[in-house]
């Protein structure tokens, strides 16, 4: 314990925030995007072009793949409950320097997994029951460090430096982002073309582990109080004399299993795991998919940059609404985005279709990122956020667990893609019905403490 919070973690080493000439929040914002663009390699989208080489060079169908990824996955969810009160208990600095190491040393297995199947398959013959463990063991370390630790530390330590101006903040990491995430599955495409599948996934594990967790150490920081600063770079305002706003004070410090037994809990965890299935499975079966529509895989790809033009504009227009309103019809509108982008999936060999999956996936995916930066602190409160954002992400690891596999029994019993897409569109239909009574449980309990 003596190592985790030594000298070398003290907040004002190897500087002080407080003597950065502008609110230090701002650099914990491009921190966040940093953390979030390295979870890459361990994100369906970061999967994806590696797919087909793991297909070839394991000697497993599409379905078995599938399955080894929903078992690596789902394991993986399971445990981040447990993170998340590391999280709380360490701080952000530390997490997030130990888990980009540890996931470098995962790219590194991924790399070598195919190696070692090649090398103790007994003949010549397919050996799925050897491949499958392998593989499964890959994707439980890429998805639980990247997808997992690495994505809800850098959203968490996000949420503990602003307070009104979460949102705005939120939407410019998202901005950022989503950029970034449009860009890197094409990048990939090209660096696996060119470096190789093997070389492209160790020079990302060197990257991390030299790089990424260098920086993370340098720029992290927990929470403005331990750096002598406030949330927001700003003193807060007096106490008001007369009735406070529910949605932007926090009347109670909800414990994670406070928060789960609460409705609006689920109702925004499912919508960010539901928009995460749709996400995971475009991203695992790009290349599939892209032959179905009729496209080049690089073309396919490029519809995500395109989704950008949307999504940018969008997300920060919802930052700067998520400090002036409530939550629960934003929400809806990402449910209807949701929806209409899947009806553009279905019908993605036409031109209406093409346009509406890119105009509706990138308008919905703008809320993703800043909704669930905003929503777990401002409904629950900071003490035990890490806790809480634990069990939000086992919902949507899990759930994303299942998407490939959903996918692939679509592609193999229906000989399309498209019934699965236009089952996740009626839950997203539903999911727009289920949002209007996800209120703020803050509010119900400033009514409680004003009735007393």
């Not at 078992?71 to 969810?77: D, F, K, M, V, W």
């Not at 109670?252 to 960010?272: D, G, H, L, M």
């Not at 073309?299 to 920060?316: H, Q, R, S």
Request: aromatic share 12%; proline share 6%.
């Amino acid at each position: 314990m003596g190592f985790m919070r030594g000298k070398w973690m003290r907040p004002d080493v190897p500087f002080r925030p407080d003597r950065v000439p502008f609110f230090y929040g701002w650099v914990v914002v491009g921190a966040s995007v940093l953390g979030m663009v390295s979870s890459m390699p361990g994100q369906t989208a970061g999967v994806g072009p590696f797919t087909e080489d793991l297909l070839a060079n394991l000697e497993l169908s599409r379905v078995q793949l599938s399955i080894a990824y929903l078992g690596g996955t789902a394991l993986s969810g399971l445990i981040l409950p447990r993170i998340g009160r590391f999280f709380d208990r360490f701080g952000a600095r530390l997490t997030g320097t130990l888990v980009e190491v540890a996931f470098g040393l995962s790219l590194f297995y991924m790399a070598s997994c195919a190696l070692i199947y090649q090398s103790l398959k007994p003949g010549d013959a397919p050996a799925p029951y050897l491949a499958l463990p392998l593989v499964m063991l890959g994707f439980f370390l890429i998805r639980f460090l990247g997808q997992g630790v690495v994505a809800m530390t850098s959203r968490a330590m996000l949420g503990k430096w602003f307070n009104r101006k979460r949102g705005l903040a939120s939407a410019i990491g998202g901005a950022l982002t989503g950029v970034c995430f449009s860009a890197a599955p094409l990048g990939l495409y090209s660096v696996v073309h060119s470096l190789g599948w093997r070389e492209a996934w160790m020079a990302m594990g060197l990257v991390l582990m030299l790089g990424v967790s260098t920086l993370c150490w340098l720029l992290y920081r927990d929470n403005p109080e331990e750096c002598g600063l406030v949330m927001d770079g700003e003193a807060p305002p007096p106490a008001p004399t007369g009735p406070t706003d529910p949605e932007f004070n926090i009347h109670k410090e909800f414990t994670a299993p406070e928060a789960i037994r609460t409705y609006p809990f689920w109702v925004f965890t499912a919508a960010f795991s539901l928009i995460g299935v749709f996400m995971t499975a475009v991203g695992f079966h790009a290349v599939d998919m892209a032959r179905e529509a009729g496209r080049e895989t690089s073309a396919f790809y490029k519809l995500f940059l395109w989704m950008t033009c949307v999504n940018i504009p969008t997300g920060l227009a919802v930052g700067w609404l998520t400090g002036r309103m409530r939550l629960k019809p934003l929400l809806m509108a990402m449910a209807a985005g949701m929806a209409l982008a899947a009806l553009g999936m279905v019908f993605l060999t036409t031109r209406w279709g093409l346009v509406l999956y890119v105009v509706a996936g990138g308008f919905s995916s703008a809320f993703f990122g800043t909704l669930m930066a905003v929503v777990y602190p401002r409904f629950y409160g900071r003490v035990h956020l890490g806790a809480i954002s634990g069990w939000a992400m086992l919902s949507m690891v899990i759930s994303s667990a299942v998407a490939p596999l959903i996918w692939s029994l679509s592609e193999s019993f229906a000989g399309s893609y498209s019934p699965a897409t236009c089952l996740y569109g009626v839950c997203c239909v539903a999911l727009f019905v289920a949002a209007l009574f996800a209120d703020n449980p803050q509010r119900k309990i400033a009514q409680l403490t004003r009735n007393v």
